[in-house]
Nanobody, 123 residues
Framework: QVQLVESGGGLVQAGGSLRLSCAAS????????VGWFRQAPGKEREFVAA????????YYADSVKGRFTISRDNAKNSVYLQMNSLKPEDTAVYYC????????????????WGQGTQVTVSS
């Protein structure tokens, strides 16, 4: 079992930056791929970015490519999402998720989820 806790959300103006953190506990974190997803009110949960267990592979949704960077520090059992040039349409609850398999953007394929952190971008 892996427990995930997100932090770092908040209110920021358009063009600003935030850094989200996902802290894991319960099992050795290294073997798990981690994805970030987001869900805006009235919309389905959507894929944002993912990173492999070693950190050597990353993948981004087109909507955030070039603005967001995913990284991880397995020694600290943590994954990060650096979000720059934020836009009002980035407003959502952001979730991190973990799974032993790499390569999926489908939320239902991830076994473990955090509770989410709210990101609000004002115009």
């Amino acid at each position: 079992q892996v427990q995930l806790v997100e932090s770092g959300g908040g209110l920021v103006q358009a063009g600003g930056s935030l850094r989200l953190s996902c802290a894991a506990s319960g099992r050795t974190f290294g073997p798990y791929a981690v994805g970030w997803f987001r869900q805006a009110p009235g919309k389905e949960r959507e894929f944002v970015a993912a990173i492999s267990g070693s950190g050597g592979l990353t993948y981004y949704a087109d909507s955030v490519k070039g603005r967001f960077t995913i990284s991880r520090d397995n020694a600290k059992n943590s994954v990060y999402l650096q979000m720059n040039s934020l836009k009002p349409e980035d407003t959502a609850v952001y979730y991190c998720a973990a799974d032993s398999s790499w390569g999926t953007v489908v939320a239902g394929r991830y076994a473990y989820w955090g509770q989410g952190t709210q990101v609000t971008v004002s115009s």
